[in-house]
């Protein structure tokens, strides 16, 4: 009598497909759609929808876990590095807010309660109203990275995250493309828009630019994702000429041309910062992909050199790149004095005064969404005394905000997500888990380039995109490989 033994991560793989959570899935696609539309987020109340959003979907998908809570315990385990690195940010957002006894305040941070002398009770945070409202965003991204671990379990349902945030990007663009060639100016929920720029859907054109350089990010990796699934070259030209012509029909080129339409967008917002970011990221992580995979590096040379010549010298000088070089140029002057760009002195200038505001709260920082109003009394005169909402250098508004333990948080989530992803791409051979780790890893190294001169993370929609493709990146690093289970499925018990 012979008995077969079928493998437990193949078993566990089937009874999750017994979780109907289509509709959560649905759901995160439309959010991620939805963010960036009404400014950003970037408003109270489109900060509660986001919230509203999350909670219902993450509650939506622990009805739809009901009866495999112990494949769902396994599940997040396996991401419980992350979780837990998001959890802890939570847990000291909200223990901004709490009121605690005046000695815990004084000892924690005495800056804070000298800003609340003769109080009988404290909070770390020295501005409650807004540190809730950034706590409450914190909730929402660790709610978003829930619900995508645990909605997005096979690579079709990653492959169609990669998609949607491809395809967003690209409205961001036809929008950016049509409100900017009419230069419209108008007024949308108490703000002032003139769109001399592309600015797609957001108030600030270097949002608009790192929103694209993560969406671009996650392009590149899908299409070097479809590249990999390319058929061998054909033997004779009539074979050669109908594999071109195939081609050019295929979803890749389409998915090649929505890549250009973004670059075109991104070009055009003329954002210093947001273009070398994306091209210094893909070069970057480009050469890391050839160092670590071998196998794909004929492929991967192809598509960045065909972004290079084609995306840069052709479509990027069509629509104007040479004044975004010409933006970079003159780092020198300033629009005080009647130059044509900001330089990138000035523009950190308020990074640079805001270091002595992170020294006085050094440990936990001076409350979540507190820094416009706390950095009032830390202008110099040299500085002058112009209104600033942001640093723009999300480093030093993070530690500004939260203090070096909210940075070191952070910051370990970000470098244990690269570490992760790169493994990937040194490991795995699957296509797809070894596209969506080199656009995580793009995304990345983009945006800790652009967060030295801007406030990415400061924009709900984009701090939302990011922390969806971290996900994506712990996702791929657990798809089962597929020479694993064909393996695996072979077993059998002895006889």
């Given at each position: 009598?012979?008995?077969?033994?079928?493998?437990?991560?193949?078993?566990?793989?089937?009874?999750?497909?017994?979780?109907?959570?289509?509709?959560?899935?649905?759901?995160?696609?439309?959010?991620?759609?939805?963010?960036?539309?009404?400014?950003?987020?970037?408003?109270?109340?489109?900060?509660?929808?986001?919230?509203?959003?999350?909670?219902?979907?993450?509650?939506?998908?622990?009805?739809?876990?009901?009866?495999?809570?112990?494949?769902?315990?396994?599940?997040?385990?396996?991401?419980?590095?992350?979780?837990?690195?998001?959890?802890?940010?939570?847990?000291?957002?909200?223990?901004?807010?709490?009121?605690?006894?005046?000695?815990?305040?004084?000892?924690?941070?005495?800056?804070?309660?000298?800003?609340?002398?003769?109080?009988?009770?404290?909070?770390?945070?020295?501005?409650?109203?807004?540190?809730?409202?950034?706590?409450?965003?914190?909730?929402?991204?660790?709610?978003?990275?829930?619900?995508?671990?645990?909605?997005?379990?096979?690579?079709?349902?990653?492959?169609?995250?990669?998609?949607?945030?491809?395809?967003?990007?690209?409205?961001?663009?036809?929008?950016?493309?049509?409100?900017?060639?009419?230069?419209?100016?108008?007024?949308?929920?108490?703000?002032?828009?003139?769109?001399?720029?592309?600015?797609?859907?957001?108030?600030?054109?270097?949002?608009?630019?790192?929103?694209?350089?993560?969406?671009?990010?996650?392009?590149?990796?899908?299409?070097?994702?479809?590249?990999?699934?390319?058929?061998?070259?054909?033997?004779?030209?009539?074979?050669?000429?109908?594999?071109?012509?195939?081609?050019?029909?295929?979803?890749?080129?389409?998915?090649?041309?929505?890549?250009?339409?973004?670059?075109?967008?991104?070009?055009?917002?003329?954002?210093?910062?947001?273009?070398?970011?994306?091209?210094?990221?893909?070069?970057?992580?480009?050469?890391?992909?050839?160092?670590?995979?071998?196998?794909?590096?004929?492929?991967?040379?192809?598509?960045?050199?065909?972004?290079?010549?084609?995306?840069?010298?052709?479509?990027?000088?069509?629509?104007?790149?040479?004044?975004?070089?010409?933006?970079?140029?003159?780092?020198?002057?300033?629009?005080?004095?009647?130059?044509?760009?900001?330089?990138?002195?000035?523009?950190?200038?308020?990074?640079?005064?805001?270091?002595?505001?992170?020294?006085?709260?050094?440990?936990?920082?001076?409350?979540?969404?507190?820094?416009?109003?706390?950095?009032?009394?830390?202008?110099?005169?040299?500085?002058?005394?112009?209104?600033?909402?942001?640093?723009?250098?999300?480093?030093?508004?993070i530690a500004s905000d939260f203090?070096?333990?909210?940075?070191?948080?952070?910051?370990?989530?970000?470098?244990?997500?690269?570490?992760?992803?790169?493994?990937?791409?040194?490991?795995?051979?699957?296509?797809?888990?070894?596209?969506?780790?080199?656009?995580?890893?793009?995304?990345?190294?983009?945006?800790?380039?652009?967060?030295?001169?801007?406030?990415?993370?400061?924009i709900p929609a984009n701090a939302?995109?990011?922390?969806?493709?971290?996900?994506?990146?712990?996702?791929?690093?657990?798809?089962?490989?597929?020479?694993?289970?064909?393996?695996?499925?072979?077993?059998?018990?002895?006889?």
């Amino acid at each position: 009598m012979s008995t077969s033994r079928t493998p437990i991560a193949h078993t566990r793989h089937d009874r999750t497909d017994a979780v109907h959570d289509g509709g959560v899935f649905v759901g995160l696609l439309c959010l991620l759609v939805w963010a960036p539309l009404p400014l950003g987020s970037n408003r109270v109340w489109a900060i509660g929808l986001l919230l509203i959003a999350a909670v219902a979907l993450l509650g939506w998908a622990l009805w739809a876990w009901r009866g495999h809570y112990q494949l769902m315990q396994a599940r997040l385990a396996a991401f419980r590095v992350p979780v837990g690195l998001l959890g802890a940010m939570v847990a000291l957002s909200w223990l901004q807010v709490i009121p605690l006894p005046v000695e815990w305040v004084q000892a924690i941070s005495p800056t804070s309660a000298m800003a609340q002398a003769g109080a009988d009770s404290m909070t770390l945070s020295v501005d409650v109203f807004q540190s809730q409202l950034m706590a409450g965003l914190s909730f929402t991204y660790l709610c978003v990275f829930l619900v995508a671990v645990l909605c997005v379990r096979t690579g079709a349902r990653l492959d169609t995250v990669a998609q949607v945030l491809v395809w967003s990007g690209v409205l961001q663009a036809v929008i950016g493309a049509v409100l900017f060639s009419v230069h419209a100016k108008y007024t949308l929920f108490f703000v002032d828009q003139l769109h001399d720029r592309m600015k797609g859907t957001f108030v600030y054109h270097n949002s608009m630019a790192g929103y694209l350089c993560m969406c671009l990010s996650v392009g590149v990796g899908l299409m070097l994702a479809r590249l990999g699934d390319s058929p061998p070259i054909a033997p004779t030209w009539k074979a050669r000429l109908t594999a071109a012509v195939a081609f050019v029909l295929s979803p890749k080129m389409r998915l090649r041309m929505l890549l250009i339409i973004m670059v075109i967008a991104l070009v055009l917002t003329r954002s210093r910062m947001g273009n070398t970011a994306f091209f210094v990221a893909m070069l970057v992580v480009g050469l890391a992909g050839v160092v670590l995979a071998r196998k794909t590096a004929p492929q991967t040379i192809a598509l960045i050199i065909s972004l290079i010549v084609i995306d840069v010298l052709i479509v990027g000088t069509g629509v104007g790149l040479e004044k975004v070089v010409e933006r970079i140029q003159e780092t020198d002057l300033t629009d005080a004095t009647g130059g044509k760009a900001e330089s990138v002195q000035a523009r950190t200038e308020a990074a640079r005064t805001a270091i002595a505001l992170v020294k006085d709260y050094a440990l936990v920082g001076s409350g979540g969404g507190s820094f416009y109003n706390v950095f009032l009394s830390y202008r110099t005169p040299e500085y002058g005394y112009t209104y600033v909402d942001h640093t723009h250098n999300d480093y030093v508004e993070i530690a500004s905000d939260f203090g070096l333990i909210g940075l070191g948080i952070l910051g370990s989530l970000v470098a244990l997500t690269l570490a992760t992803v790169l493994r990937v791409m040194a490991r795995r051979r699957s296509v797809l888990p070894w596209g969506v780790a080199f656009g995580v890893a793009m995304a990345i190294v983009g945006l800790l380039l652009h967060s030295t001169v801007d406030f990415n993370l400061q924009i709900p929609a984009n701090a939302m995109t990011i922390v969806v493709i971290l996900a994506m990146g712990w996702i791929a690093s657990e798809l089962p490989s597929k020479r694993r289970r064909r393996k695996t499925s072979e077993v059998q018990a002895p006889a």
